[in-house]
T-cell receptor, first 116, second 112 residues
Framework: AQKITQTQPGMFVQEKEAVTLDCTYDTSDPSYGLFWYKQPSSGEMIFLIYQGSYDQQNATEGRYSLNFQKARKSANLVISASQLGDSAMYFCAMREGRSNDYKLSFGAGTTVTVRA | NAGVTQTPKFQVLKTGQSMTLQCAQDMNHEYMSWYRQDPGMGLRLIHYSVGAGITDQGEVPNGYNVSRSTTEDFPLRLLSAAPSQTSVYFC???????????FGSGTRLTVV
């Protein structure tokens, strides 16, 4: 079974608007971490934001926020005030528990295109 | 403050050739790992290491070897390249239980 599901292969957003990227996850481990990475056309993986399973508040980093709904097992990324430089592929990833602490499981990614 | 350094950035190999992808980190991270990224897919784990002298297989280990003689270095060896190994390879280092999971800039490998 897929551990991370990103159901939106591609999205278009108007500059200065907000966009929400969906991510659902599957784990039975009570301790896990959720990551979002950005991959621009240059190819590098850029860390955006992290949410631990025991964190009480939703994570925020500048224009990025993570809408963490634990009961629904979702960890959606919200990008506010989109900029042209936000056009990229975005990956949701999960690290499960202590026994798998070395490994991230990735979703297939969502391509975001910001229109001027 | 180099982070994770991968070399080379690009490589073309002929089927059957061998080569080593280099990965070095200067953050004193315990964990290091290798992933491959194929079109339309997220990254998949090839091999990982939880410390010097300790390595183990990930999801897609066939055709690859690794070693970890120092904390800093974690090379990935392709024993006999095949077209199915055409991919982008990422090395990462991490600190367990934290958000510190840093990727290198990747190596784009083409096997012809």
């Amino acid at each position: 079974a897929q551990k991370i599901t990103q159901t939106q292969p591609g999205m278009f957003v108007q500059e200065k608007e907000a966009v929400t990227l969906d991510c659902t996850y599957d784990t039975s481990d009570p301790s896990y971490g959720l990551f979002w990475y950005k991959q621009p056309s240059s190819g590098e993986m850029i860390f955006l934001i992290y949410q631990g399973s025991y964190d009480q508040q939703n994570a925020t980093e500048g224009r990025y926020s993570l809408n963490f709904q634990k009961a629904r097992k979702s960890a959606n990324l919200v990008i506010s005030a989109s900029q042209l430089g936000d056009s990229a592929m975005y990956f949701c990833a999960m690290r499960e528990g202590r026994s798998n602490d070395y490994k991230l499981s990735f979703g297939a990614g969502t391509t975001v295109t910001v229109r001027a | 403050n180099a982070g994770v350094t991968q070399t080379p950035k690009f490589q073309v190999l002929k089927t059957g050739q061998s080569m080593t992808l280099q990965c070095a980190q200067d953050m004193n991270h315990e964990y290091m790992s290798w992933y491959r990224q194929d079109p339309g897919m997220g990254l998949r784990l090839i091999h990982y290491s939880v410390g010097a002298g300790i390595t183990d297989q990930g999801e897609v280990p066939n055709g690859y070897n690794v070693s970890r003689s120092t904390t800093e270095d974690f090379p990935l060896r392709l024993l006999s390249a095949a077209p199915s190994q055409t991919s982008v390879y990422f090395c990462a280092s991490s600190v367990p239980g934290t958000e510190l999971y840093t990727f290198g800039s990747g190596t784009r490998l083409t096997v012809v």
